[in-house]
């Protein structure tokens, strides 16, 4: 059993994200010290590392309660999983695809601007615009 703060380094997260994660459910202390300190065991050490990572992808805390379901539910198809994969997956491309206009719409506005001492800035005007 670990206490909190040798969980947060063995899983590489602050201590303040694991209380997180505890006090909505997500990932559970197995215990609790005499004293009254969150313990955890290497179970839980892999939930958190499996949060974590989940989170790097980019996953929303709803999602990855449901994959560490699924992480625990040993009758799990693996096309569920696939499912809510597939499905961040488009998630991703339509937030690439409004970067794009956006960095396509700040770089004519770039490029119409002379960048020189003069208070006229096509930039600002539109920013401005409606």
Do not use: W
């Amino acid at each position: 059993m670990y206490t909190i703060g040798t969980a947060a380094k063995k899983t590489d997260m602050p201590i303040k994200t694991i209380r997180y994660y505890s006090d909505i459910g997500l990932v559970m202390p197995e215990g609790h010290s005499d004293k009254g300190y969150r313990l955890y065991d290497e179970r839980a050490l892999r939930r958190l590392i499996f949060v974590r990572r989940a989170r790097a992808f980019g996953f929303s805390l709803k999602t990855c309660r449901n994959l560490l379901a699924l992480y625990s539910d040993q009758s799990r198809a693996s096309a569920d999983v696939k499912a809510i994969t597939l499905n961040h997956i488009l998630e991703i491309d339509a937030k690439l695809s409004e970067l794009q206009t956006l960095r396509d719409e700040l770089t004519l506005l770039a490029d119409s601007c002379a960048g020189d001492d003069r208070a006229d800035c096509p930039i600002l005007s539109g920013l401005a615009a409606t």
